[in-house]
């Protein structure tokens, strides 16, 4: 089980009911790469839905580009469970030599290009933030308009998840909360350090005095590198991820991982 794939699952607010409970089910079974191999009895097990309709939603996330998949083979030549990947494109540095080669011609396949998935965190032209000078995208430089896509984006993806875990609506338009990101970022952080720095404070702080301190302006401040160092357990993170998801721990344990 990887805790850092079903949170990534969980933020993703663009997966319909059934593709989300299908990614899941991968996410259980799945290394930190996204790499996973589960049976079909247990993908039916784990989701209640019959083979037919998990075959059906397998087809739609593979067209969105949100999930390849593999066929494996025994030594005697006679089929086991395929091998999966959730998120490719994300998690495609993330993979073994034997994990890359494996995914190598569905890579191909795809020409190397990442699914683009609509934005959904502001709703007109007119919520989004200035960069710089600028007033607007529209008076950039092209290759500024492609930085400042990339980081609205990414904005979106941060603010996101931290509302996800916090159960909280902060916006990515806020221009304080921009510049906080921006600056992490320039800086080489990545989206996976923020995710786990909103869990990491999540679980120490929830319940506490501190609970107050939760809020974008502490989280990313001068202490970012110290939080994304601190130490935590996989079960305080589990722990902390059931209570913002509203789910119970044994809906998260897999194969003894918790106890």
């Not at 969105?64 to 990947?85: A, D, E």
């Not at 007119?126 to 529209?138: A, D, I, K």
């Amino acid at each position: 089980m990887s805790i850092r794939q079903i949170q990534k699952v969980f933020t993703d607010t663009n997966l319909k009911g059934n593709e989300k409970l299908l990614m899941l089910a991968l996410a259980d079974n799945c290394n930190d790469s996204g790499v996973s191999f589960p049976s079909w009895n247990s993908l039916m097990t784990k989701t209640s839905m019959s083979r037919g309709s998990i075959s059906k939603w397998f087809n739609e996330l593979e067209k969105k580009g949100l999930l390849f998949r593999v066929s494996r083979n025994r030594k005697n030549g006679s089929r086991t469970s395929n091998k999966y990947l959730i998120y490719p494109f994300d998690n495609k540095s993330a993979l073994d030599d034997e994990e890359l080669e494996a995914f190598s011609d569905a890579f191909n396949q795809s020409s190397g290009v990442e699914p683009v998935q609509e934005l959904n965190y502001h709703s007109s032209e007119s919520e989004l933030p200035t960069w710089g000078q600028s007033s607007g995208v529209e008076h950039l430089e092209p290759s500024l308009i492609l930085n400042h896509q990339s980081n609205r984006h990414l904005c979106g993806q941060i603010i996101n998840n931290l509302n996800c875990v916090l159960n909280k609506n902060y916006k990515a338009t806020t221009g304080s909360t921009i510049k906080l990101i921006e600056a992490k970022l320039k800086q080489g952080f990545t989206v996976e350090d923020f995710e786990k720095v909103h869990i990491v404070k999540f679980a120490e702080w929830n319940g506490t005095d501190y609970q107050k301190y939760l809020r974008p302006e502490t989280l990313y401040g001068a202490k970012f590198e110290t939080y994304l160092n601190q130490e935590l357990s996989d079960y305080d993170k589990a722990k902390a991820i059931c209570k913002a998801q509203g789910i119970t721990m044994s809906e998260l344990m897999n194969q003894g991982i918790l106890k």
